[in-house]
């Protein structure tokens, strides 16, 4: 995933609006400040935050050690005298030979651990295999018979459970948010890979997409038309980005966001003779929070 660059008149609120841009929350991504505001006279501020950030890379797991056990084991044995005696105990402990008692206390042995091997990255048809298998034992368990399909798509890896599942989606999509959640963790276990997977059901997220664009479409009118600032309702991180996404390119209108999670959400801003910043896109927290 590559970095985008933000900026705001603090740290805070440049991260929060690069959260909007990604569509992710702050524990799926990563920062670097690259300039801090510096303090002016009279308690003033100089300048604005500028960071860069980007969507964490998934990064395959190591694999435990699993012979820990066994070499406590060992020693328990050679310290005890039982089960044997103790040239046995420490042959096995450090390798002696199993002839004549040993000299050397298990306990002096040093252990000799492995360094576990990096486990290699799976390529994009097994993250497929497995993503298309997890869902398809999902929906078994829930009772459900319907298709599950998968296509890559540049870096990212998108699969469609097909038919409409109010089950499955739950209010406002977020059971199929943790669906998707789910998906990723069974995915990373069973191929690691830093392909993303994104998640749909029935084509739900295009419907919504489409719906949350008229719903923007129709508050921007409305900012124009009356000249007040229109704030949405609460959303997630990845409607807001629709939201700010669908109202960049509209004439007279701006958009930032306000609030903290979970409550955090959209307001339409009308433009007020260049007081803007006119980037067309979260326009943004540094703006009119006077």
């Known amino acids: 995933m590559e970095w985008i660059e933000t900026t705001a008149k603090s740290v805070q609120e440049a ?25 002016g006279l009279f308690g003033r501020v100089r300048g604005q935050a500028r960071i860069r950030a980007r969507v964490v890379p998934k990064s395959p797991r190591a694999r435990a050690e699993r012979n820990d056990r066994r070499r406590t084991k060992g020693r328990k044995q050679g310290e005890s005298g039982e089960g044997g005696d103790s040239s046995a105990s420490a042959a096995d402990v450090g390798d002696e030979p199993a002839s004549g008692p040993s000299t050397k206390s298990p306990a002096a042995v040093p252990s000799r651990k492995r360094t576990p091997k990096p486990t290699e990255e799976s390529t994009v048809e097994q993250v497929q295999a497995s993503v298309e298998g997890f ?17 890559i ?91 700010h996404d669908s109202l960049g390119d509209t004439e007279g209108v701006t958009t930032r966001s306000a609030g903290n999670e979970p409550r955090r959400r959209v307001v339409v801003v009308p433009d007020r003779g260049g007081d803007a910043d006119g980037d067309g896109h979260d326009g943004d927290d540094d703006q009119n929070d006077d």
């Open 15 to 39: 991260k929060d609006l690069a959260l909007d841009k990604l569509g992710v929350d702050e524990a799926e991504a990563e920062f670097d400040v690259l300039e801090e505001p510096k303090a």
């Open 135 to 151: 869902l398809r034992g999902l929906t078994s368990a829930f009772g459900i018979e319907t298709t599950v399909s998968s296509e």
């Open 153 to 243: 798509n540049d870096d990212a890896l998108d699969a469609q459970i097909e038919g409409k599942h109010g089950l499955l989606l739950g209010p406002k999509g977020r059971t199929l948010e943790a669906i998707q959640e789910l998906t990723r963790v069974s995915a990373q276990r069973g191929a690691p890979s830093s392909t993303r997977i994104r998640v749909d059901i029935g084509g739900y997220r295009e419907a919504r997409r489409a719906a949350l664009a008229a719903f923007a479409a129709a508050a921007a009118q409305r900012a124009i038309d009356e000249g007040v600032e229109i704030v949405l309702e609460p959303m997630n991180a990845a409607d807001r980005k629709i939201v």
